[in-house]
């Protein structure tokens, strides 16, 4: 079975401090793993996915098969990061996407 | 630039009614989704289709649920009856995969149904 577990259903931090909202997932195969976000009054949007091993918006995750994580990090939070982050997996030959619950990140001035 | 369209935004409706929703995919989006998210989790997929066929429904309960592409553009999800437990986000996103390329789902801004 598929399964995201995001164990923190809030975080707070301060401006300019270090973030990493946690992603555990459950799959035996090969998975996509993918971060969405949701910004207040706006549409759920992609944030980055591993296989383009990109940065976005200072955004790094990388995929660790051995932990089965796929933990979001940026080194310096900034006020508009404040949203709702939503970790998802898309199992091999699947394009289904399964969602975690969310994190709600709020970056305090 | 183009975006998934749902409508309505918001529906109130009783219990054991019927209701339906809207969705317009992006232009070119062969793939459509249906997703249901209540309140405090992730959305899970409800339908999925591949132009006008469907492709996964497992999630759907088909004694209540149907959605329907019938030319493979456009699509209607359908609850009747509605239950107190309906109540939650109706999502709808879209897809094109680029030759090669990776696939990337469009969300629309979702329809809120409360049933009372």
């Known amino acids: 079975a598929q399964r995201v577990t995001q164990p923190e259903k809030l975080l707070s931090v301060f401006k300019g401090a270090p973030v990493e909202l946690k992603c555990n997932y459950s799959?035996?195969?090969?998975?996509?793993l993918f971060w969405y976000v949701q910004y207040s009054r706006q549409r759920l949007q992609l944030l980055l996915r591993h296989i383009s091993r990109e940065s976005i918006k200072g955004f790094t995750a990388d995929l660790n098969k051995g932990e089965t994580s796929f933990h979001l990090k940026k080194p310096f939070a900034q006020e508009e990061d404040s949203a709702m982050y939503y970790c998802?997996?898309?199992?091999?030959?699947?394009?289904?996407?399964?969602f975690g619950k969310g994190t709600k990140l709020t970056v305090n001035p | 630039e183009a975006e998934v369209a749902q409508s309505p935004r918001y529906k109130i409706t009783e219990k054991s009614q019927a209701v339906a929703f809207w969705c317009d995919p992006i232009?070119?989006?062969?793939?459509l989704y249906w997703y249901r998210q209540i309140l405090g989790q992730g959305p899970e997929l409800l339908v999925q289709f591949q132009d006008e066929s469907v492709v996964d429904d497992s999630q759907l309960p088909k004694d209540r649920f149907s959605a329907e592409r019938l030319k493979g553009v456009d699509s209607t999800l359908k609850i009747q009856p509605a239950e107190l437990g309906d109540s939650a986000m109706y999502l709808c996103?879209?897809?094109?995969?680029?030759?090669?390329?990776?696939?990337?789902?469009?969300f629309g801004p979702g329809t809120r149904l409360t049933v009372l």
């Open positions: 996103a879209s897809s094109r995969r680029l030759a090669g390329g990776p696939d990337t789902q469009y």
């Open positions: 998802a997996l898309k199992g091999s030959g699947s394009e289904k996407l399964v």
């Open positions: 232009s070119g989006h062969a793939t």
């Open positions: 799959y035996s195969g090969s998975p996509e």
